[in-house]
């Protein structure tokens, strides 16, 4: 297996939920150290390589590398753990799925419960919520619930790991967004292998904690005050079935990125990068945002005193499941749009609406 394709693996199936990045984030960065100049990270985790740190013009590139996972909340007197979210969990997929419970001691397996389809049906309005979906983990009493290190506060992930579909596809938990860390890690690793000599500072951002509110790039924002920031998320491959084109637009994973028009977009620069996938020969599609993106563009974008920045996205298939699912294809031309766009990228380029 290449080195690029066995990091995608260990770093998409390592657990990282929201506030505990930190062993993914060593992964992330143990592939990246050879291919930047140097490194630094923040108190909450947000990993960053650069490329020229000495350089005046600052210009990043992000992904988030939080997944969604659960708290334990309640733990029964007969051993039943009842749970809460981290970041955007969902309850309806929770139930039959196999988990891992991240204690002091280390990892202790569990599953979700849920009642027989027998039973359910003299129940008609039973559905998984907050007071119905709970973790099983095999024991008697809540006593031996504890004496396996779980309490209060436990992180709680489920355990899917990657896999491919009929070789086209990748798909699992998590890609949203570890996909992301795993392109721009690439794109630091081809322009180091390429020999490419950018004219500005390179700044590889792996931003903690956009699962609860964009938090990791607020605060690195603010620490690195770049000129520009590309920033790469997923977003909804609307072709499947149940998805509302009317109101999510229309973007198909295997027909390239998706680039997105919204308040928080600097539009020079969305043109910029059009250009670019243009005179390429980049597949790419278009949506559109209303008052926010949704993502850490918006973080970086009313950051200090504003920040050209744009937003890369990956069609991804059943978002927040266990089963989400990216063309290979897309990936691929993710990371060539963004490659291409620092290379024709001017020092000190202005993209001021007006002058």
Wanted: aromatic share 10%; with cysteine.
């Amino acid at each position: 297996m290449e080195n690029n394709i066995e990091f995608l693996h260990k770093y998409l199936n390592n657990a990282s939920p929201t506030g505990f990045e930190s062993s993914g984030q060593q992964i992330w960065l143990d592939y990246l150290k050879p291919h930047v100049d140097e490194w630094f990270a923040d108190t909450y985790g947000t990993a960053v390589g650069v490329i020229n740190p000495d350089a005046k013009y600052k210009v990043v590139i992000e992904a988030h590398a939080d997944e969604i996972s659960w708290f334990v909340n309640y733990i029964t007197d007969d051993g039943y753990i009842y749970v809460r979210r981290n970041g955007g969990s969902d309850y309806q997929i929770a139930p039959s799925k196999r988990v891992n419970i991240h204690t002091t001691k280390g990892i202790v397996k569990g599953i979700f419960g849920w009642p027989a389809i027998h039973v359910r049906t003299e129940e008609k309005n039973l559905q998984p919520n907050n007071k119905t979906v709970y973790l099983d983990v095999g024991a008697d009493n809540k006593e031996e619930v504890e004496k396996m290190g779980i309490h209060p506060g436990t992180v709680v992930t489920f355990d899917d790991e990657l896999m491919e579909l009929n070789g086209r596809f990748w798909t699992g938990r998590a890609l949203d967004n570890r996909i992301g860390g795993y392109m721009i890690a690439e794109v630091a690793r081809r322009l180091k292998e390429q020999g490419a000599k950018l004219p500005f500072g390179l700044f590889v951002v792996n931003a903690v904690q956009e699962e609860v509110g964009l938090r990791g790039a607020q605060m690195i924002a603010q620490r690195i005050k770049p000129d520009v920031a590309i920033i790469t998320d997923v977003c909804h491959d609307t072709n499947s079935p149940l998805y509302n084109k009317v109101l999510s637009g229309n973007q198909k994973a295997g027909l390239g990125p998706v680039l997105t028009y919204g308040p928080a977009v600097q539009n020079n620069l969305l043109n910029m990068i059009i250009e670019t996938a243009q005179r390429k020969e980049i597949p790419f599609q278009r949506a559109s945002a209303s008052r926010a993106t949704g993502t850490d563009t918006d973080a970086f974008a009313y950051s200090n005193e504003g920040v050209s920045s744009a937003l890369i996205s990956l069609p991804l298939k059943y978002m927040h499941t266990t089963v989400e699912t990216v063309h290979k294809e897309d990936v691929e031309n993710v990371i060539k749009l963004m490659m291409e766009f620092l290379l024709q990228l001017p020092e000190g380029h202005d993209f001021s609406y007006l002058r």
